[in-house]
């Protein structure tokens, strides 16, 4: 399904004499693109919230118990690297910031459970020596999915994880460990859970307290109150790659919208496998290619007009689409890739295009359903949506043309749940003012207290980045002194 073309130019193209030109209509809903465009910043203007320096600073405190927890992990049983890379996605895991199963996590409401989410990888092993292309073992799995040998590490390392490890004997005599995504998550919870405990017997002024921490598949979900805000940390166990996996290196052959605008080595510097499988895979055995570092640098060439228009496309289906669970935003995210290497830049870049990408996006997403074909970005021949039954995605195709037929109104709906989201969270900050923990900017004894300057950068770095990615670089030996960078930012 296609756009119709504006029906009339834009005001004053009419020549002397002439009747004035109609406003610009989308030809199937009948909805006034400048309406939809005016609900879409209204949309943004809520979502996209400003924090004070307090909360600034809240924010800065939640991040510095979780690298002091994970730097804590590392000394139980030495098995995570010493010396530790992560990257912090701003969005949970529901939100599609990385390709996960959403079927096997709980549901949580911004707004009634939590304020601000982040998605925090953490590489249980790191391959970070090889400039060639990286050939993983697909001989057993789905595309865009791999087993993972340890013989690729020393023996330091097999002996660390064999206990995180499925083990298959050959004819030959030789014993292959292969590393299992749902052993490393249930390590992974256990020892943050022992270290919780620990941190909790002897809390300190000012420390976050600990709401929640739930395994979720293979994803350990947090929740942080510090002050009057609550943060969702939901921390993925990855491996991460150095280099570029040869089943995606056809795909750098192709011409590419952020061709000139960025390099290529930004883009090819690394790759994970997250715990995830295919359809039909071995749970146990199966981890899935996540391009995440890719895609924080892609979206650097992303006008901010199709990102909003993606962020408010996302509210509207993320509710309608939840049941039963078969398109994640993820998948959104991917079309909205697509579309930038189909479209004229000149035309992504329009400010006031922001209601015809919406549309645009949604004609996508239900084109993609009615074919059964969602083609993975950075590997094209992998369909995201080859499992599904006829019956859902055609459940799904029909829902999504009730959106298409109306949409002003679910534009509408959409603001209004994340103003409520908001409403909950300044209710439940103003009861929470007198009662909840101390804020780190009222512990007085605290030496290394970050200055005004730090919760300045901190609320720039949450107001004028959003979406963007921290890689943090951390010495557990040292963990009161983390580097983080946002994008090519350093702090």
């Known amino acids: 399904m296609k756009m119709a073309a504006p029906i009339a130019g834009k005001a004053g193209a009419a020549g002397p004499g002439s009747k004035p030109p109609f406003p610009e209509l989308d030809f199937r809903s009948g909805a006034r693109m400048e309406e939809l465009n005016k609900l879409i910043q209204e949309f943004s203007k809520h979502d996209q919230r400003e924090y004070d320096d307090q909360r600034a600073l809240e924010i800065h405190t939640a991040k510095d118990f979780i690298f002091s927890m994970l730097g804590m992990v590392q000394k139980l049983d030495q098995k995570l690297p010493v010396a530790n890379e992560y990257l912090l996605l701003s969005g949970g895991v529901r939100e599609g910031v990385v390709d996960l199963d959403l079927d096997e996590l709980n549901v949580y409401a911004r707004g009634t459970d939590y304020d601000m989410d982040f998605t925090l990888l953490v590489p249980a092993l790191k391959l970070h020596d090889r400039n060639q292309p990286v050939t993983l073992d697909m001989r057993h799995s789905a595309l865009c999915h791999s087993w993972l040998s340890l013989r690729l590490f020393d023996e330091g390392t097999i002996s660390k994880w064999k206990d995180c490890c499925t083990i298959v004997d050959h004819i030959n005599g030789a014993t292959n460990y292969f590393f299992s995504p749902t052993k490393v998550a249930d390590w992974f919870y256990d020892s943050i859970s022992i270290v919780l405990s620990e941190i909790q017997k002897k809390p300190q002024r000012g420390m976050p307290k600990v709401e929640k921490v739930e395994k979720n598949g293979t994803i350990i979900s947090i929740i942080l109150g510090v002050g009057s805000s609550r943060m969702l940390y939901d921390i993925v166990p990855v491996v991460s790659f150095k280099g570029w996996p040869a089943v995606a290196q056809s795909w750098l052959m192709e011409n590419h919208f952020w061709d ?232």
């Open 260 to 491: 000139g605008k960025i390099t290529e080595e930004e883009v090819i510097s690394g790759f994970y496998l997250v715990p995830a499988c295919s359809y039909k895979g071995k749970k146990d055995n199966e981890w899935r290619l996540s391009f995440a570092r890719s895609e924080v640098q892609l979206k650097k060439c992303i006008s901010s007009s199709l990102m909003q228009a993606y962020q408010a496309c996302k509210a509207i289906i993320i509710k309608l689409l939840s049941r039963p669970k078969a398109i994640s935003p993820y998948h959104l995210r991917s079309m909205m890739l697509w579309a930038c290497d189909r479209l004229p830049a000149n035309y992504l870049a329009q400010e006031d295009y922001a209601a015809h990408f919406l549309l645009g996006l949604i004609d996508d997403l239900q084109h993609c359903l009615v074919n059964k074909m969602c083609p993975n970005y950075f590997i094209p021949q992998c369909n995201m949506l080859e499992h599904l039954s006829e019956e859902t995605v055609m459940l799904h195709a029909r829902k999504l043309s009730s959106v298409r037929s109306d949409p002003t109104e679910h534009l509408r709906t959409a603001i209004e749940h994340v103003k409520a989201a908001n409403r909950l969270t300044l209710e439940l900050q103003r009861r929470g003012s007198t009662t909840s923990i101390p804020s780190p900017q009222s512990d007085g004894g605290d030496s290394n207290q970050p200055d005004d300057r730090l919760a300045k950068k901190l609320q720039q770095l949450v107001t004028e980045n959003p979406g963007k990615s921290i890689s943090v670089f951390i010495n557990p030996d040292d963990v009161t002194r983390p580097h983080f960078r946002i994008d090519d930012k350093f702090f």
